[in-house]
């Protein structure tokens, strides 16, 4: 049991490159999140998805778009990448259903945009 | 918009207590606290919800104030593993099944022998 895994640990990226973020889990969780951390601004939520094929935004969407491709994955795409997105992208699941559930997260991935 | 924590960072010495407090301006359903040490990913401490209802580890006690919409972290007899960025997260109230937490800018706990 893996729990929350993400790829890659780490990333450099030019301005105007994209790439995506990978992020899966194997506890059968429905839910998904995105966030991001930088300095001082604690986690920020980016995407979330509540099961699979269906995806809602959080506080901080701009610039960047998401897949639930199945209940295992969520990736997070950045088609242009802008110094303003360097930052420490962490991925979340969590069950649904009748009960108190927190959510697990994955490692982070550290990308930097130059 | 993000619940107000405080205090911003403190320092214990090993043995010593500590409140970490997490206020929103929002009526809450949920409160989460989570704990972060440098370069890992949070890890669940305690979860309050409305009504009473909590989970968490059993070392650690935490306190939800509907009305005043606040909830307060309680670590007693600090032990050095207890460093690292304490986070609350909030979920409001009218939004179960949304699962939206709105996580606070931190607590900086330093524990020294």
């Known amino acids: 049991n893996a729990g929350v895994t993400q790829t890659p640990k780490f990333q450099v990226l030019k301005t105007g490159q994209s790439m995506t973020l990978q992020c899966a889990q194997d506890m059968n969780h429905n839910s998904m999140y995105w966030y991001r951390q930088d300095p001082g601004m604690g986690l920020r939520l980016i995407y979330y998805s509540a099961s699979e094929g269906t995806t809602d935004k959080g506080e901080v969407p701009n610039g960047y778009n998401v897949s639930r491709l199945n209940k295992r994955e969520f990736s997070l795409r950045l088609e242009s990448a802008a110094p303003s997105q360097t930052s420490v992208y962490f991925c979340?699941?969590?069950?649904?259903?009748?009960?108190?559930?927190?959510?697990?997260f994955g490692p982070g991935t550290r990308l930097t945009v130059t | 918009q993000q619940p107000v924590q405080s205090p911003q960072a403190v320092i214990l010495r090993e043995g010593e207590d500590a409140v970490i407090n997490c206020s929103s301006s929002?009526?809450?359903?949920?409160v989460h606290w989570y704990r972060q040490k440098h370069g890992e990913a949070p890890v669940f401490l305690m979860i309050?919800?409305?009504?009473?209802e909590q989970k968490g580890h059993e070392k650690i006690s935490a306190s939800f104030n509907e009305k005043k919409q606040q909830s307060s972290l309680y670590l007693t007899a600090s032990q050095l593993s207890y460093s690292g960025t304490y986070f609350c997260?909030?979920?409001?109230?009218?939004?179960?099944?949304?699962?939206?937490?709105?996580f606070g800018t931190g607590t900086r706990l330093t524990i020294i022998p």
């Open positions: 309050l919800l409305k009504g009473g």
């Open positions: 997260g909030t979920e409001p109230s009218g939004n179960f099944g949304n699962e939206k937490l709105t």
């Open positions: 929002k009526a809450l359903y949920s």
């Open positions: 979340a699941s969590r069950p649904s259903g009748t009960g108190i559930f927190e959510q697990y």
